[in-house]
């Protein structure tokens, strides 16, 4: 089998999830951001800090699927959600019955596999 290529930013920011070490970038300014990033996106600094992630995020917004390709039909429903924490938004699958998703739902980070492929990915579960 082929080696897996490291996505540097993400599989770092992966590997310190795993580690409940998540963090975002942060510029002089308070922006967020998260890896790869080697410039703010929003000024153009590229004087960024590590910094950790809070514990808990809110939904901001989910769709549930309920009818997928059919190579993923046997995974439905599932939820994919974006979450807010604070300075930077996340975008993940949450590990939760698709009924009890809602905007303003409490969840933390966690680092899941991906069903499918067996890569891993960010997913979120109820707080």
Same mark, same amino acid.
């Given at each position: 089998m082929k080696p897996k290529v490291r996505d540097a930013g993400y599989d770092d $920011? *992966?590997? &310190? &999830? =795993?580690?409940? =070490? &998540?963090?975002?970038l942060s510029c002089a300014n308070g922006h967020g951001? $998260?890896?790869? #990033? #080697?410039?703010?996106?929003h000024c153009g600094s590229v004087d960024l800090s590590e910094e950790p992630l809070p514990d808990s995020g809110t939904?901001?917004?989910y769709t549930t699927t309920e009818v997928a390709a059919p190579s993923f039909? &046997?995974?439905t429903p599932y939820t994919t959600a974006?979450?807010?924490?604070?300075?930077? #938004? *996340?975008t993940g699958i949450v590990r939760a019955d698709a009924d009890d998703v809602e905007v303003g739902m409490r969840v933390g980070l966690a680092v899941? #596999?991906?069903?499918? /492929?067996?890569?891993?990915? *960010? /997913?979120?579960h109820p707080r």
């Open positions: $920011l *992966l590997d &310190a &999830a =795993e580690e409940g =070490e &998540a963090y975002y951001s $998260l890896p790869p #990033r #080697r410039t703010c996106p939904v901001e917004t039909s &046997a995974k974006i979450v807010d924490f604070g300075p930077v #938004r *996340l899941g #596999r991906n069903t499918m /492929t067996g890569n891993r990915m *960010l /997913t979120f």
